[in-house]
C-alpha cells in the first residue's frame, strides 16, 4: 500500500456522498464507511486528488504496484470493483470514465475540507483504525505477508519474530492494513516502544484504544477486532500474561505481535522473518536478473527516491550485489544504506561497508529513535540483555563463521562460565534473534548476521578483552584442526 500527494494530510475529499480521509484511509458514505481493498482504495487516491485529469493505465500501475510486474487485467479488475463499490452509473451519477487509449479520469466535482470541519461526521462514525499512512511501498514480503493474512483471523494470536532492522513493524502493519475489512469493529495498533515500566503496559493500551484502563477486558469482551502489539520484547512476561487474558475473555479477538523473541503464551503461532532475498557471491548476468532479488529491489527503489535519475545498470551489479549481501538482506540497514548515494555514490557506500555502522548513521528523523540508525536499534537489544548475556555475545563474535554449541564451550568455556550455563546463554541468544540458528547434517550451528557481528566486535574491543579471546579462538582451530582434520568441517562452516 503506497504513499502518494498528501497522504499525511488531515483534509478530507468529498465527492458526491462520498468523504475520502486522507490520512485514515477511509472512505464513508454519509455515516457508513465502505469497505474497499487496499489497491482500490490506492486507485481512488491517485484518481480522487488528479480529479478532471486523465491518469494513464501505465502511470496508476507504476504508483500502485511500484515493485511489481503487473497486467492490466489487474488493474481493470480493482477499477471494476471501485466502480461498484461507489455505485458509479447508478442513478446516472459517473465518477470514473475510461479514456480509451489514455487512461482514467475522475470526472465528479471534487471539494478539499478540513477535517475539523467534518466533526459530526467522526461523531456518529469513529474511525475504525489508528494505523498512520504509508509513506514507503513494502517490498519482498507478499508472500509472509498474504499467510499472516490468511492466517491470523483462525489462529488468533500470531507474533513475528526477527532481529533488529528486519521489517517486524513493516510487515505487521501491512498484515493490518489488508484486514482491515475483516474485522468489523476495526484494527488498532499499541506501539509499546515508548515504555519501560510493565505497570504502564495497561494504561498505555487503554489510551491508544480510548477506553479506560480498569474496563480493558469487558470492554473488548464482544469487538471483533485486531490488535498489534508492536515491539513487545523488553516487557516479555507482562506482554504475555495480557494476550492471555485477552484472548480467553475477548473470544473474537485477535492479536498480531512483533517481537525479537515469541512470547511462548498459550495459543502463539510463531512467523520468523528472514531476511530479503540477496544475490549470490558468484555474480548477475543482467540488471533483469538483479531485480528478481528483495534486497536489491529495496537498494534500487530508496536510492531512486534520493537520487532523482538513479537507474541501475550493469556494470553496478556486482557492487549492489555485494553491498546488499554485507548489510545482510535487513530492510533497515539497506535503506540507510541507499539514503547515502547522494553523497557517496555506489562505489563509496561500497568503500564504507567495513565501517558499516558510520555508513548506518544518518537516520530516518521520521522515525522512532531506536529505528533512526542501524546501530541504535543493536544497541536496544544489547542493553535490554543481563550482563551475562551481553558477555557472551561479546567473546562469540570472535566467530568469523557458524560454529556448534562445542565450538562456543572450547573457546568460551572457563571455571566462571560452565558449559551448561554457556549453552543456555547461547540459546536465549538465538531465541532473542541475535543469533541464527542453523539445522543440518545432525548439527545445530548458530551464525552471526554480518551487522550483528560486526557491533559485538566492537563490544569486545572497547571492554579490552579482544586480543586474549581471538588468542583463544585461534588455540581451539589450531588444536581442533591437529587432532582430525575433519572435525573442523563439523565444528566451523562458512
Not at 353 to 358: G, I, K, P, V, W
Amino acid at each position: 500500500m503506497n504513499s502518494f500527494t498528501n497522504v499525511n494530510s488531515d483534509a478530507v475529499l468529498q465527492f458526491g456522498p462520498y468523504a475520502l480521509h486522507l490520512r485514515q484511509r477511509l472512505i464513508l458514505d454519509g455515516d457508513r464507511p465502505l469497505r474497499m481493498g487496499g489497491r482500490a482504495l490506492d486507485i481512488l487516491q491517485v484518481l480522487v486528488q488528479r480529479a478532471g485529469t486523465v491518469v494513464s493505465k501505465d502511470e496508476l500501475i507504476a504508483l500502485v504496484w511500484p515493485t511489481s510486474v503487473v497486467e492490466e487485467i489487474n488493474l481493470r479488475v480493482h477499477i471494476a470493483a471501485l466502480r461498484r463499490a461507489l455505485g458509479d452509473g447508478q442513478d446516472g451519477q459517473r465518477y470514473i470514465v475510461n479514456i480509451p487509449q489514455h487512461g482514467y479520469s475522475f470526472i465528479a466535482a471534487v471539494e478539499r475540507v478540513p477535517a475539523c470541519s467534518l466533526a459530526s461526521i467522526e461523531t456518529v462514525q469513529k474511525p475504525q483504525h489508528n494505523l498512520s499512512a504509508r509513506l514507503t511501498p513494502v517490498t519482498g514480503r507478499d508472500s509472509i505477508v498474504g499467510s499472516l493474512v490468511r492466517q491470523l483471523p483462525v489462529r488468533r494470536l500470531m507474533t513475528v519474530v526477527g532481529p533488529a532492522g528486519i521489517g517486524k513493524t513493516t510487515v505487521a502493519l501491512r498484515v493490518a492494513e489488508l484486514l482491515l475489512q475483516h474485522f468489523r469493529d476495526g484494527v488498532w495498533r499499541v506501539d509499546l516502544a515508548a515504555i519501560d515500566d510493565p505497570a504502564q503496559v495497561l494504561d498505555h493500551l487503554a489510551c491508544a484504544l480510548e477506553l479506560e484502563p480498569g474496563t480493558i477486558l469487558d470492554d473488548l469482551a464482544q469487538r471483533h477486532a485486531l490488535l498489534v502489539l508492536d515491539n513487545c520484547e523488553h516487557l516479555h512476561e507482562c506482554c504475555r500474561t495480557l494476550v492471555e487474558d485477552l484472548l480467553k475473555s475477548a473470544p473474537r479477538l485477535s492479536i498480531l505481535v512483533t517481537s525479537r523473541e515469541p512470547l511462548n503464551a498459550q495459543g502463539e503461532s510463531v512467523q520468523r522473518l528472514p531476511p530479503l532475498t540477496v544475490p549470490p557471491a558468484s555474480g548477475l548476468h543482467s540488471v533483469a536478473e538483479a531485480m528478481g532479488y528483495s534486497a536489491v529491489q529495496l537498494f534500487v527503489s530508496r536510492a531512486r527516491a534520493r537520487q532523482q535519475g538513479f537507474a541501475l545498470r550493469e556494470q553496478d551489479l556486482k557492487v549492489v550485489g555485494e553491498i546488499c549481501r554485507r548489510l545482510d538482506g535487513l530492510p533497515l540497514a539497506i535503506e540507510l544504506a541507499a539514503a547515502q548515494i547522494d553523497a557517496l555514490a555506489l562505489v563509496g557506500v561500497q568503500a564504507q561497508l567495513d565501517n558499516c555502522f558510520q555508513l548506518l548513521s544518518h537516520g530516518r528523523r521520521t522515525a522512532v529513535p531506536r529505528h533512526q540508525t542501524l546501530k541504535a536499534a543493536l544497541d536496544w537489544s544489547y542493553e535490554h540483555l543481563c550482563p551475562l548475556e551481553q558477555t557472551v555475545l561479546q567473546r562469540l563474535a570472535v566467530f568469523k563463521m557458524a560454529f556448534t554449541l562445542d565450538a562456543a564451550i572450547g573457546v568460551l568455556g572457563c571455571t566462571a562460565l560452565l558449559p551448561e550455563r554457556l549453552v543456555e546463554v547461547v540459546e536465549s541468544l538465538a531465541l532473542k534473534s541475535l543469533l541464527s540458528l542453523e539445522q543440518g547434517g545432525g548439527l545445530r550451528r548458530y551464525r552471526f548476521l554480518n551487522t550483528t557481528r560486526a557491533y559485538a566486535l566492537e563490544k569486545l574491543e572497547h571492554s579490552g578483552e579482544l586480543p586474549a579471546f581471538e588468542m583463544r579462538y585461534a588455540r581451539y582451530i589450531s588444536r581442533t584442526r591437529w587432532t582430525s582434520s575433519g572435525q573442523v568441517v563439523l565444528q566451523l562452516v562458512e
